[in-house]
Nanobody, 120 residues
């Protein structure tokens, strides 16, 4: 059962912007903490940005000042605004979240990857 649905990837020129979204399915009561990760070909998956249920954020040094993670709790959606994109930002981006289900239980879930390609 799909629990997190990412969207917003695509092809953009260097210097451009994209906004990724990761929405929880209707079977999910709430998103607690969430992180956006990325994996480039031949490289390990790395944490790009994270946000807590209270809205505290942290970023990888490589994206500080360019990327912004935010959340809309009413929509159960987390966003990653990516500005001043560079070719080295090219990767498959994944969202990973701790979810609260209507049963009250909690668990972590990964969304499917969404490709971001930045051309030089």
């Amino acid at each position: 059962q799909v629990q997190l649905v990412p969207s917003g990837g695509g092809l953009v020129q260097a210097g451009g912007s994209l906004r990724l979204s990761c929405a929880a399915s209707r079977s999910i009561f709430s998103i607690n903490a969430m992180g956006w990760y990325r994996q480039a070909p031949g490289k390990q998956r790395e944490l790009v940005a994270a946000i807590t249920i209270g809205g505290s954020t942290n970023y990888a040094d490589s994206v500080k000042g360019r990327f912004t993670i935010s959340r809309d709790n009413a929509k159960n959606t987390v966003y990653l605004q990516m500005n001043s994109l560079k070719p080295e930002d090219t990767a498959v981006y994944y969202c990973n979240a701790e979810l609260t289900y209507y049963s009250g239980s909690r668990g972590w879930s990964w969304g499917q990857g969404t490709q971001v390609t930045v051309s030089s």
